[in-house]
């Protein structure tokens, strides 16, 4: 995994000028937006608030009507692109076994068999699916797919994970085991940016926080701040969960 503090010294993920609209109406507006330091990010926010747009944005799933991302300072090429990874709510995975859906990710990386198969197997073990090799993907529970998604993703060695509510349709359990995996990718050097719309789950995760409503952020800061001391009087209402979309 590259180490973004000795890279250069932009910030990785630059937004400037970013606009959305559809039939008239703007959905996402997001002026200027620098995500730096380690992460994770949390992008936080009510239904509605543009947490999805922003994330494809970022990874250049869509183009926005107007303005530019960069990451490291460069513009989204299909080069910075194949350094990001991205998980989604629903699981994609391939119709195979387990440990298929993990070799198809690491042969795109031209490794020996050898190395795909030691990688595989600690890739098995970090998701905890080692006795799951075998087992069609399709077969596994929501939180097994989910974690065999975030390890395919780990797979490509992106630089960057975007995660787009991984957990929203996962028990208490399977959410702390997503969330387990998610810090420790980011405690080992990967740059996590993730969205949700759970308070807790953002409290939980996040050093940072891009706080959306109306696609607009509204406010950025430092996790530890802004859920001590919210400088707007609708972030104070959306914590205490009394925004309504
Ligand atoms: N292709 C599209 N055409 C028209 N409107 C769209 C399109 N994509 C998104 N929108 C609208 O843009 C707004 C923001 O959508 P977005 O999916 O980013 O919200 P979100 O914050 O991710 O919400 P949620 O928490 O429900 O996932 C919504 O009002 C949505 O209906
Ligand atoms: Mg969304």
Same mark, same amino acid.
């Given at each position: 995994?590259?180490?973004?503090?000795?890279?250069t010294?932009?910030?990785?993920?630059?937004?400037?000028?970013?606009?959305?609209a559809r039939?008239?109406?703007?959905?996402?507006?997001?002026?200027?937006?620098d995500l730096?330091?380690?992460g994770?990010?949390?992008?936080?926010?009510?239904?509605?608030?543009?947490?999805?747009l922003?994330l494809? @944005?970022?990874h250049?799933?869509?183009?926005?009507d107007r303005?530019?991302?960069?990451?490291?300072?460069?513009?989204l090429?299909?080069?910075?692109?194949?350094g990001?990874a991205?998980?989604f709510q629903?699981?994609?995975?391939?119709?195979?076994?387990?440990a298929?859906?993990?070799d198809f990710?690491?042969?795109?990386?031209g490794l020996?068999?050898a190395?795909?198969?030691t990688?595989?197997?600690g890739l098995?073990?970090q998701?905890?699916?080692?006795d799951k090799?075998?087992?069609?993907a399709r077969?596994?529970?929501?939180?097994?797919a989910?974690?065999?998604?975030?390890?395919?993703?780990?797979a @490509?060695?992106?630089?960057?994970?975007?995660?787009?509510e991984?957990?929203?349709?996962l028990?208490?359990?399977?959410t702390?085991?997503?969330?387990q995996?998610?810090?420790r990718?980011?405690?080992?050097?990967?740059?996590?940016?993730?969205?949700?719309?759970?308070i807790?789950q953002a409290?939980r995760?996040?050093?940072?926080v891009?706080?959306?409503?109306?696609g607009?952020?509204?406010e950025?800061?430092?996790a530890?701040?802004?859920?001590?001391?919210?400088?707007n009087?609708?972030?104070r209402?959306?914590?205490s969960?009394?925004l309504m979309v």
């Open positions: 995994m590259r180490d973004f503090s000795v890279m010294d932009h910030p990785i993920l630059s937004v400037r000028g970013l606009s959305i039939d008239g109406k703007a959905l996402l507006g997001v002026d200027h937006l730096d330091g380690p994770p990010t949390i992008i936080l926010g009510p239904n509605g608030a543009g947490k999805s922003l494809r @944005c970022l250049g799933l869509i183009t926005p303005g530019t991302v960069t990451q490291g300072g460069q513009t090429t299909d080069q910075v692109r194949a990001q991205m998980v629903r699981p994609v995975l391939l119709r195979r076994s387990v298929g859906n993990l990710v690491l042969r795109r990386r020996s068999r190395a795909r198969k990688e595989c197997e098995l073990a998701g905890g699916l080692e090799a075998r087992q069609s077969s596994l529970s929501g939180g097994e989910q974690r065999l998604a975030i390890l395919r993703a780990l @490509c060695k992106p630089s960057v994970l975007f995660l787009d991984p957990t929203s349709a028990d208490p359990q399977a702390q085991e997503i969330e995996m998610v810090l990718a980011s405690d080992q050097g990967l740059r996590v940016v993730m969205v949700t719309h759970d807790g409290r995760l996040a050093r940072d891009v706080m959306m409503h109306g607009r952020v509204v950025q800061g430092l530890a701040q802004m859920f001590a001391a919210p400088e009087g609708m972030i209402r959306f914590l969960g009394g």
